[in-house]
């Protein structure tokens, strides 16, 4: 590492295709600064999300090639890191060095190819899905940022694609009745979809195994649908829902299908952190739904949660439409890169010390978050999934 004034903070332009965002938008290096951290960003990085080169300057940033961003940073800022980036990761990592320090979404629990390549490379990697979800680590919490960002889509593309209007309107040529939307998963996104779907006037309803969020879905003017499928113990000690085995889904199918048939549109947001999203709708309870209804499922890039979901795609079945759509807080960079920033931000500053990078391995917060360090799988649930400490040659 370099002297205690003189930690370089790299900020490369996003590789994944369709990547909108930027890791670290110009409003968000204040902080950075003050504890004595250089910025050094790829010439273009901002461009996509709406932050122009001149205001990365402006304060105080220099601006780069590609190349010369990963030379020169003792630590490099990603929203997706190479286990999040399949397509063009594999070409980032070959960029990184050993000592380095990299940090981003990392996929590090469905990706442990990536990370036995970083260990191998001698790269500290910490990932942004890895954040605890306890008080002091909240402003740090990306995963919740960009959830916020993806429930509000979601609603958005569902009044869009669906052949009637959200609100009820009284009109000289009638009255036009309600849309009735269906939330399934009452978290961050679930939460953002039905607070956006109320706000445009549909009769919203939200569903969630974890019957400990009946209070908030109410708070927010929807119905709690309320099935009886003894669901104790569905969430884990970070507040995310538990996999709760497939004879607990096939039961909750059956009981779901009755009040799918009765939506205009379901916007499904369930999921399990480093696992395949649970199948809540299958091809039978599509069948039942209403012609004209329409199914955005967000958990598409996870395998979605309805049975005909496919990725990125828009499915159709007995003039039901399932949206797949992928990577929604890129839909809107603009504001996804002003919370990520402000989450790594943070992260980052509360990993330097008198201007150099400590991992403290006592603290939760990087002991939940370091993946690799000092050429080894240092994650207990990442070695469980790669079943070694150490990479393979890159």
């Avoid at 191998?120 to 916020?148: C, K, W, Y």
């Avoid at 939760?364 to 150490?390: C, N």
Wanted: glycine residues 12%; hydrophobic residues 45%; aromatic residues 4%.
């Amino acid at each position: 590492m370099n002297d205690a004034i003189s930690l370089v903070v790299g900020v490369p332009a996003e590789s994944a295709p369709g990547e909108r965002r930027v890791a670290l938008v110009p409003g968000a290096m204040a902080v950075l600064a003050k504890g004595g951290l250089r910025l050094i960003v790829e010439r273009g990085a901002g461009d996509a999300a709406g932050f122009p080169d001149a205001e990365y300057i402006e304060k105080g940033a220099s601006i780069a090639g590609r190349q010369e961003v990963f030379r020169s940073a003792d630590v490099i800022l990603q929203v997706r890191g190479p286990g999040a980036n399949p397509e063009s990761g594999w070409a980032d990592l070959q960029l990184l060095r050993r000592g380095q320090t990299a940090i981003g979404f990392g996929e590090p629990l469905t990706s442990p190819d990536v990370g036995l390549a970083l260990a191998e490379r001698g790269v500290n990697f910490l990932a942004m899905e890895l954040i605890p979800r306890i008080t002091r680590a909240q402003s740090m919490d990306a995963l919740s940022s960009m959830a916020t960002i993806a429930g509000y889509k979601a609603a958005l593309i569902a009044a869009d694609s669906l052949p009637r209007m959200f609100p009820m309107l009284m009109t000289a040529a009638g009255t036009v009745a309600p849309a009735r939307v269906l939330v399934i998963g009452a978290g961050v996104a679930g939460l953002q979809a039905i607070a956006t779907a109320r706000r445009l006037g549909a009769v919203v309803s939200g569903y969630d195994i974890r019957a400990a969020v009946k209070e908030q879905v109410e708070s927010l003017g929807a119905r709690f649908v309320e099935l009886e499928l003894g669901s104790s113990g569905a969430e884990d000690k970070g507040g995310y829902a538990r996999d709760m085995g497939q004879a607990f889904y096939r039961k909750q199918q059956e009981m779901l299908a009755g009040v799918l048939a009765q939506q205009n549109a379901v916007i499904t947001t369930a999921a399990v952190p480093g696992k395949k999203a649970p199948v809540l709708i299958t091809s039978e309870m599509v069948r039942r739904m209403m012609p004209g209804s329409i199914i955005v499922d967000i958990a598409a890039e996870r395998g979605g949660n309805c049975e005909l979901t496919r990725p990125g795609e828009v499915a159709e079945s007995g003039g039901v439409r399932i949206l797949g759509p992928l990577n929604l807080p890129s839909a809107i960079p603009y504001h996804a890169s002003q919370l990520y920033a402000r989450n790594i931000s943070t992260f980052l500053s509360y990993l330097v010390k008198d201007g150099r990078l400590r991992f403290d391995r006592e603290d939760e917060i990087v002991r939940e978050t370091l993946v690799t360090a000092g050429g080894e799988v240092v994650h207990p649930r990442v070695r469980e999934v790669t079943g070694s400490t150490t990479g393979s040659a890159v």
